[in-house]
């Protein structure tokens, strides 16, 4: 128990950065990352990972949240009207302030943030993530490679229009 | 083994090092060949040097208390215990309100249906699944008699088993819809545990006549005294039990 303990306390670290990039909100990602390590410890005793521990925390926290936003969208889709955020694709109106590459990877959508992150960041292989999406590694290359493609272009502005920036 | 040229997804491979060592090499010597394809290689680098950089900061939060792994084991167990208290609860009444059922019609006392099924129910939980949590714990038995007369007010006193061996140990308040009602469960040396059940007979004032029913494994003596209605449940058949028994005057 205090063995499982002292790693999960390494690793909560990992699991906020990866829940702020997801919920992009402080607060939220921490409710996230307590649901993920509730559902880790109770499910412990039956179903823990062979292998990475980080993977498989990852991976709970990443259908949690896919959980949680496909609830929340079923009601939100009314306030999406009154609401600049559409999380689903990068706009071409918010594309005009990607300056930064935070930035830019902020406007990717919630799949590509996360491939990204645990492929460039946090150093999984594609087999893990393969794993994680439940989804054979030829697709996760091909989805990871129109994620940087997508990085690239919003880091460098290519689709930058500034002719259509938001007026607020 | 990869193929030259690389495909797209040799190329973020090796971006990403997950390449073998001959792929790397391979790979390595085709990009000082090509410098197109080596510039876009280096930006993805750099988008991912970047993006490593600004992500670094998210891992230097401060640290948040309720996020510790032992902070969430108490949550959970608090939070499955609140859940099996709530649904034993829930069983309770669903088992006493279908006798209360019984009662408005028969409007008598109860005899035919299962007497103090709610009680021998309350033992399966609480002594012998250890699902339902302690309100009160103690090893004497004047305390445990203090925290019964709390809710119950001219109570029948409580047992004394002590020649049997056993001693009150530990006590639960649970709902019935007669109202509020106590179990107290006495334990013996090996561990044996029996319980003393009191519930208000409720607004018709249903009183019981001394008797005693078993089901399964379990035996019920049950009768009325001032105000409320009582039970012991035993489990049968051990021996301890039926030296108990002998004992015993109600």
Known sequence: ???????????????RRFAVSLTRNPSNADDLVQACLERALSKWNDKRPDGDLRAWLFSILYRQFLDAHRRSRRYARMLEFFTDRDDAHPSAERSVIAQSSLQAFEQLTTEQRALLLWVSVEGLSYQQVADILGV????????????RQALRQLSDGEITRPTLRRLK | MINMPPSESDLHAYVDRQLSDDDLRLME??????????????????DVQHLRTALSGALQQPANPDLDPAMIRQHLKHRSRRHLASAAVLLLAVSVSGYSGWQAREMTFISAAAPMA???EAYRLFAQQGILPADYQTGDEGSMQGWLDRYFTQANRLPDLSGAGFKPVSGRLLSTEQGAAAMVVYQDPSGQKISFYVRPPGPKNYLLPRGSRRDGELQAEYW??????????IPSDTPTVQRLKQTLDF
């Open chain 2, 224 to 233: 009325s005294g001032p105000g409320y209605n009582y039970a012991m449940v």
């Open chain 1, 136 to 147: 054979p590694t030829g697709t996760v290359m091909s989805r990871l490679s129109r994620a």
């Open chain 2, 29 to 46: 010597t085709y990009l000082g060949t090509h410098p197109d394809v080596a510039a876009r290689v280096r930006a993805w680098q750099q």
């Open chain 1, 1 to 15: 128990m205090n063995e499982l303990d002292e790693q999960l306390r390494e690793l909560i670290p990992r699991l």
């Open chain 2, 118 to 120: 709610d009680a021998l």
